[in-house]
C-alpha cells in the first residue's frame, strides 16, 4: 500500500522549489495502474496510458516501467513516447483532424495507427494496401453522458468514423485490401455509468465480425475518477469481471483471440497530482471573501473551462476556523478557482492545495499575462525530484525574434 504524500511533505516542496508547484505521487500512479491490472485479468488486456493528460518525460518513464503502453494523439507526442523509451510497438498514435503527412511521420516511426475518418483512411489504403496495419476509430454514437465539452460520442462530434458509415469503411477495405487489425472507440471522459462501456463493446462486437483479421478491440477511456468527497470513480472492478465475460462469449463466435485494450490517461495520473500555491492576498469585499493566489487559469485551466471541482485544503493552517472563501487567481481575466469554499482560515501567506491536479493541469498551462509556467516534482518512495523547472523570464522571449534599439 503506497504512502500519501503530507502537508508537511508538500511545504516542504513549496519552500525548496518555490509556489506554485506541481508534485506528482508516483506510488498512486502506481496504485491505480495495479487496480486497473488486477481487475481486468479475467481476459487478455493492455493499457495506453492517454498521455496528454500529463506528459512529463519522467512520467511517461515511470509509466513505461509499470508495464503500459502510450496512447498518442500527436506525432510530437509519439516522439516522447519513443524517447522515453516505449517501443514502436507499445504506440498507439490515435490523431484528429491531421493532413496525411503527420499520420506518414507515425508510420516512419514504425508505430501504430489509428485513422478517425474516411478520407484519410481511402489515401492510406491507398498508399498502403495491406502493407501497414491499421487501427479503425469508430464514433458509435453512444452518449458517455455528463459534460458535453468532454463527451465525444455524440451525433455532433468530430471524432471517429460514424457507424453508419460501416458500408463505405467496407468498400475502402475491400477495394485497398486495408489490413485492420483493430477496432477503437472513445466516447469521452468520464463516464458515469459502466453500462456505456458495455454498450460500446456490444456495438464493437456487432460490426467487428465484418473484419476477418483483428486482434484487438480498443474501447478507449472514460474511466472516471472522484474529484468530490463523495463521487465515486469507475467501479473497474466490475467492469473487469463484466468485460471478461462477454469478450469470452464473443470470441467463442467470432473464432478467433481478441485482445481487449484501454486508453486510461485521467485515471493514472489524476489523483497523483496536487497544485501547491501561495495565498498573496485575502480581499473582503461587499459580496464575499476572496482569497487570492500566485496562480490562475493559466496554470490549472479546468475549473474554468469545463467548471470542473477541485478539491482545496489550506496546508498552513489545517487546524484554523472554517470560513467561506472565493478562491481566486491572478490574472486579468475572470479567474475563479471555487465559489464558497469552506476552508480552514485562510491568511496571507498560506499555502493551498488543489488536489487531483495529476490529468489535464500542467498539461493545459500557459503564458497567458506573461506568467511563468509552474515547477514539476516527482515523489517516489518519499524523495521529491524536480522534473520540470520553472519557467524563467527567457523563456517568454524563447521564439520571439527581438530587435531592441538602442
Ligand atoms: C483523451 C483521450 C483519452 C484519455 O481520456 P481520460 O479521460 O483522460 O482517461 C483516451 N483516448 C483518447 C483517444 C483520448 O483522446
Redesign the pocket.
Known amino acids: 500500500m503506497y504512502k500519501t504524500i503530507t502537508n508537511d511533505e508538500l511545504l516542504a516542496i513549496a519552500g525548496e522549489y518555490g509556489s506554485p508547484v506541481y508534485v506528482y505521487d508516483a506510488g498512486k500512479i502506481a496504485e491505480q495502474y495495479n487496480k486497473l491490472t488486477e481487475a481486468f485479468k479475467g481476459h487478455p488486456t493492455r493499457f495506453f496510458y492517454?498521455c496528454?493528460?500529463l506528459s512529463n518525460i519522467n512520467i511517461l518513464k515511470y509509466i513505461k516501467g509499470l508495464g503500459a503502453s502510450l496512447?498518442c494523439?500527436s506525432i510530437n507526442e509519439v516522439k516522447l513516447g519513443l524517447m522515453a523509451g516505449f517501443e514502436p510497438e507499445a504506440i498507439m498514435f490515435?490523431p484528429n483532424c491531421v493532413d496525411l503527412e503527420e499520420i506518414l511521420a507515425g508510420v516512419a516511426l514504425g508505430v501504430r495507427i489509428n485513422i478517425d475518418n474516411i478520407s484519410l483512411l481511402e489515401q492510406f489504403g491507398n498508399k498502403f494496401g495491406g502493407g501497414y496495419p491499421v487501427c479503425i476509430r469508430i464514433n458509435p454514437h453512444i452518449e458517455a453522458g455528463g459534460n458535453y465539452k468532454i463527451s465525444t460520442g455524440h451525433i455532433d462530434s468530430k471524432f471517429g468514423i460514424s457507424i453508419h458509415q460501416l458500408r463505405h469503411i467496407e468498400r475502402i477495405v475491400k477495394t485497398t485490401g486495408l489490413h485492420v487489425q483493430g477496432l477503437h472507440m472513445?466516447t469521452g471522459?468520464?463516464i458515469k455509468d459502466i453500462d456505456v462501456f458495455l454498450q460500446g463493446l456490444d456495438v464493437m462486437f456487432g460490426i467487428a465480425e465484418r473484419f476477418a483479421g483483428l486482434d484487438f478491440i480498443d474501447l478507449?477511456?472514460?474511466?472516471k475518477v472522484a474529484y468530490k468527497d463523495d463521487d465515486q470513480e469507475t467501479d473497474v472492478q466490475v467492469l473487469g469481471a463484466r468485460v471478461a465475460e462477454a469478450a469470452k462469449k464473443f470470441e467463442a463466435e467470432y473464432n478467433r483471440k481478441l485482445e481487449l485494450w484501454f486508453?486510461?490517461?485521467?485515471?493514472l495520473v489524476s489523483e497523483s497530482g496536487s497544485f501547491v500555491v501561495k495565498v498573496n492576498v485575502v480581499k473582503q469585499t461587499t459580496a464575499t471573501v476572496f482569497a487570492g493566489v500566485n496562480s490562475g487559469f493559466n496554470h490549472l485551466i479546468r475549473p474554468m473551462f469545463y467548471e470542473a471541482y477541485h478539491k482545496i485544503t489550506n496546508i498552513s493552517n489545517p487546524d484554523g476556523a472554517k470560513r467561506i472563501y472565493t478562491v481566486v487567481g491572478n490574472i486579468c481575466e475572470t479567474d475563479t478557482f471555487a465559489w464558497d469554499r469552506v476552508l480552514n482560515e485562510v491568511r496571507e501567506g498560506d499555502y493551498l492545495v488543489f488536489h487531483n491536479a495529476g490529468?489535464y493541469g500542467f498539461e493545459m498551462s500557459s503564458n497567458f499575462n506573461s506568467r511563468l509556467k509552474p515547477a514539476e516534482v516527482l515523489v517516489e518512495d518519499g524523495v521529491p525530484r524536480l522534473i520540470r523547472s520553472r519557467d524563467v523570464f527567457e523563456d517568454l522571449l524563447r521564439n520571439q525574434t527581438v530587435s531592441i534599439e538602442s
Do not use: N
Open positions: 492517454a496528454k493528460a496512447d494523439v490515435t472513445h471522459s468520464e478507449g477511456s472514460g474511466f486508453e486510461p490517461g485521467k485515471y490529468a
